[in-house]
């Protein structure tokens, strides 16, 4: 189960391997904690991989690796075949981008919003005019349901978490990323504006062929929007495959306890009562 | 002795700032009876932190009260004066924990060391001596506990804690004076779902260990406001839509907003993946600068008729009395 | 940020105290083009109370008051306008830098403020000053800030280590910015506020120091500030009592006073318009 091989075939976009961090913290007496351990998957080209698990997990490790935020203690990453640390930074994050958990942390206060989408078109190589990049936004922001003159222009506090999510999908689309990685994108947004960004994932997944590694505590959410689930505790992928394998006829016994977690809307924990 | 622990009239609350004046709480008004939870929903935007915010006493200044009463166990709490405010009302009868105050936790103090300066704070007196400090250790030990955690996290500092281990110690500290009612803004929406689950049991201790009587519970996750709420009440755009059971309002939601809400949810679903695509509800909420005029929510509503354009659909009580909503097609269901 | 600006508008006790403050530094810049030259001494005017020659009377030796003054005033500002700018960088660049990066950098940048924090560093300055000779204005605003910046870089360390956790950061670092870049433009905005308060305490708190230290004698300097002008209105006079020569010592003392004084509202101000929205609990 674990380990499923798809090495070789050649739709294979991003691909981990034995990834490890640990984490060391104190002056004097030092604490080790392995963030991840041994961590390999694949993303395939147009799809969408959750990696789920609970807080703590190493989920946002994992994440962090992939995007050059963090050094693996060991193990490698490969983006389209190629390592990534042999990359040119700039290069590297023209196909890869992300959106974080907390979209109000993610947009520097001081700043209206204009500023990181600014900011991320000094990544792309073409360096369009002011009259360019109008029109790149405009089209980009209207392909996923913002309105421009809506949101720009103004400070982050004045938007609301679906519109900033929305926002930064946006940026994404502009530098032209192929892989987007989403660390909990809908943990903080209520429930309606969040099936509007669950939607726009799919969307974006069927049209323009963009992969997501979708990182969530929810399992409705990954349930909803991918094929492959990957589960992870303690630093470690304890399960992964097809969504319907997964969550219909979990395996590891973490796994069936997580499961067993997810709150209901229809009915309450007996527990509790 | 009223039997509602909190009451609020007619509420109004408008942020006023170079942005002009928005109308974050335009009209609202509930009770909350003694020894119930009741949970407020909604969308992000609509109020619900604002709300908690001027029931708190101590609004952020650019949020001005414009109208409307607040008794928080009887005592008008904007009719008293600040001195009374705070050693009557805060810590005594209600404590106040924010949305992200987690975050507040001083990054370069012990939990301990920073327990102290919320009670000096609180108290006015700063903690010097070695009995006092025992002593207020040792509410803050007895509260971590009942929170489900090991009291030696008083000695760490906030780094050294997990998301859901910060927000259960901030708890802790609000509720050091044993408040008989605590307002607690979305305790859950950072937290995973098994640290979800460990911090509404947590609450529901914290209620049953008899150290808070009655809780107003904001979320924005239905899911997890079903597991501990006994009544509900749903906002939209600074204003109140439904208030019920929360049974009701999930099995039979009376609004169009709530009952669209209810749809939003991806929820798992052991059998298998859904195959239908999830319904989220078109356009977005309302600019409170210039919020639409009649019912708030006609220009997203399915429903809407020429009414609702106008006129502000007015609370309609349905049923034994203990239902009501706002919205037009109620009319003819209310007993009037 | 604009809420920013409009809150501290807002704030009577920041307006009142920043008015003052601006009326001093217009007195202590402009003043002295006015009123002569504050050394000379006329013999024949020597220890007069105020008239309208002289509208704040002559010292003991012949110099106009006033005009000693308001050279005192600039003066005074100078060195804590040194101190103050010299201090708030060495507390940013400490506090901000080091944790920034993470790791040994900041490991040693916390050493060396702890190390700084203990340090008797006010006595130290004392000694030198009594040792070195031709210690000018800008000398000692120098050595003010040196000794004065521990404790703010402490409380700078602790907004820095928040601030850098927020995922604005990790996304300047996904533009391709580099470190110095998102410091300066990321994160020190942010921290403005607490910036803005650090210079204002490190500015009050300099120019108090050297006055007191001037005021015993310490640090002395043919430089008139208004620690200069109490050390020699107590120090010189012809008359037998010093009490009979007011209109010397009252001036500065007063001055100095309500300048302390200014800081402290501003001070707290600015700790009322932004306290409450840093910690709420
Ligand atoms: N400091 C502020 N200045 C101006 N407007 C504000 C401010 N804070 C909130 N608002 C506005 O008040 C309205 C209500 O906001 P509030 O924070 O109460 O929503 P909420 O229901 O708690 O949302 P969430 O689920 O995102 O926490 C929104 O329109 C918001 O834009
Ligand atoms: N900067 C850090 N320093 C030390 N330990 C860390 C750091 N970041 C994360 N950890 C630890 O690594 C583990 C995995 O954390 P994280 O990747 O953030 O999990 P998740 O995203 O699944 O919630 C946790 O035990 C956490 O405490
Ligand atoms: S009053 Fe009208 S617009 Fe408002 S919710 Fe009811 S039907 Fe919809
Ligand atoms: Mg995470
Ligand atoms: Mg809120």
Redesign the pocket.
């Given at each position: 189960m674990i380990n499923e091989d798809v090495t070789g075939s050649d739709d294979v976009l991003l691909k981990c391997e034995n990834l490890t961090k640990i984490y060391t913290s104190g002056l004097i007496r030092t604490k080790t904690v392995a963030g991840a351990k041994n961590v390999s998957f694949n993303i395939k080209k147009g799809e969408i991989v959750s990696l789920a698990g609970e807080?703590g997990s190493g989920?946002?490790t994992v994440?962090k690796m992939i995007l050059m935020l963090l050094r693996p203690t060991s193990g490698h990453i490969f983006l389209n075949g190629k390592d990534i640390s042999l990359y040119n930074i700039r290069d590297y994050y023209r196909q890869v981008q992300a959106v974080f958990?907390d979209p109000y942390s993610a947009f520097n206060p001081f700043y209206k919003v204009d500023h990181v989408i600014s900011r991320a078109f000094g990544l792309r190589q073409d360096n369009p005019d002011e009259d360019e990049r109008k029109e790149i936004i405009e089209s980009t922001f209207l392909s996923i349901g913002l309105n421009p003159s809506e949101v720009l222009g103004r400070y982050p506090h004045e938007l609301s978490g679906g519109q900033m999510q929305r926002l930064l999908i946006g940026r994404s689309l502009l530098i032209g990323s192929q892989l987007l990685i989403a660390?909990?994108p809908t943990s903080m947004i209520d429930a309606s504006t969040r099936a509007g960004v669950l939607n726009l994932l799919l969307r974006l997944k069927e049209k323009e062929g963009l992969s997501v590694l979708f990182?969530t505590h929810d399992i409705g959410q990954a349930q909803y929007v991918s094929e492959r689930v990957l589960i992870m505790k303690e630093g470690e992928i304890v399960e992964q495959g097809s969504v319907n394998d997964v969550f219909t006829n979990p395996n590891h016994p973490y796994t069936q306890e997580l499961l067993a977690s997810v709150p209901s809307l229809y009915e309450k924990w007996e527990e509790l009562t | 002795m009223t039997e509602h622990i909190l009451e609020v009239e007619d509420l109004r609350g408008y942020y006023r700032g170079v942005f002009g004046v928005v109308r974050a709480i335009d009209g609202v008004s509930f009770n909350l009876d003694r020894g119930t939870i009741m949970g407020i929903a909604g969308e992000s935007g609509g109020g619900k932190s604002t709300l908690a915010q001027l029931v708190s006493g101590s609004p952020p200044p650019l949020l001005h009260r414009e109208g409307g009463r607040i008794l928080v166990d009887g005592i008008d709490i904007y009719n008293i004066d600040p001195e009374e405010l705070r050693t009557e009302v805060k810590c005594k009868r209600m404590s106040y924990v924010p949305q992200a105050s987690m975050e507040s936790l001083n990054p370069v103090k012990r939990i301990r060391d920073f327990i102290f300066d919320v009670v000096g704070q609180r108290t006015g007196r700063r903690v010097r001596s070695k009995e006092r400090k025992a002593e207020i250790l040792e509410m803050a030990a007895n509260h971590v506990k009942t929170l489900g955690l090991n009291s030696s996290v008083l000695d760490l500092y906030p780094h050294e804690l997990s998301g859901g281990m910060k927000q259960r110690v901030v708890i802790a500290i609000s509720t050091l004076w044993n408040p008989k009612l605590l307002v607690i803004d979305e305790p859950t929406s950072a937290l995973d779902v098994t640290s979800q689950k460990r911090m509404i049991k947590a609450l529901l201790k914290l209620k049953r260990a008899g150290i808070i009587e009655s809780m107003l519970y904001i979320s924005h996750d239905l899911t997890s406001l079903r597991q501990c709420c006994a009544r509900s009440m749903v906002m939209y755009a600074g204003k109140v839509v439904e208030i019920g059971s929360m049974d009701e309002t999930i099995n039979d939601p009376l609004h169009p907003y709530s009952q669209l809400l209810g749809a939003a949810i991806a929820s798992y679903d052991p059998k298998g993946r859904r195959q239908d695509t999830l319904q989220s509800i078109p356009g977005s909420p309302p600019d409170l600068r210039n919020p639409p005029s009649g019912c708030r929510f006609h220009p997203r509503c399915p429903y809407a008729m020429d009414i609702c354009k106008t006129t502000d659909p007015p609370m309609f009580t349905v049923g034994n009395g203990s239902r009501q909503a706002a919205c037009w097609l109620l009319k003819s269901k209310a007993g009037e | 940020m604009i809420e920013m600006w409009e809150l501290l508008l807002k704030s009577r006790k920041a307006i009142f105290g920043l008015v003052v403050l601006i009326v001093f530094i217009l007195l202590g810049t402009v003043g002295p083009l006015f009123v002569g030259d504050p050394y000379n001494m006329n013999l024949n005017q020597m220890g007069r109370p105020p008239s309208l020659a002289h509208i704040l009377g002559t010292t003991s030796f012949g110099q106009d008051v006033f005009a000693q003054l308001c050279n005192a005033v600039g003066n005074s500002l100078l060195v804590g306008l040194v101190a103050g700018v010299l201090g708030t960088l060495i507390a940013v660049f400490v506090g901000a830098v080091g944790p920034y990066i993470g790791g040994l950098a900041d490991r040693i940048s916390n050493l060396v403020t702890n190390l700084a924090l203990v340090l008797p560093l006010i006595p130290l300055f004392i000694i030198i000053a009594s040792v070195v000779r031709g210690l000018n204005l800008v000398l000692i605003g120098i050595i003010l800030a040196v000794t004065a910046w521990p404790w703010a870089a402490r409380s700078i360390r602790s907004q820095m280590l928040t601030l850098k956790e927020r995922e604005f950061v990790n996304l300047a670092r996904m533009s391709g910015d580099r470190a110095v870049r998102i410091v300066v433009t990321e994160i020190l905005p942010n921290m403005m506020a607490y910036i803005m308060m650090v210079f204002v305490i490190l500015t009050g708190t300099a120019i108090l120091t050297e006055s007191a230290l001037s005021m015993i004698g310490v640090s002395t300097t043919p430089t008139i500030t208004l620690g200069y002008m109490l050390y020699w209105a107590q120090h010189e006079t012809i008359v037998p009592f010093w009490w009979n020569i007011w209109w010397w010592f009252i001036p500065p003392g007063i001055v100095l006073t309500v300048i302390l004084t200014a800081f402290f509202v501003i001070h707290a101000g600015l700790d009322e318009v932004f306290n409450p929205k840093l910690r709420r609990v």
């Open positions: 807080s989920k946002s994440a958990q660390d909990e990182i | - | -």
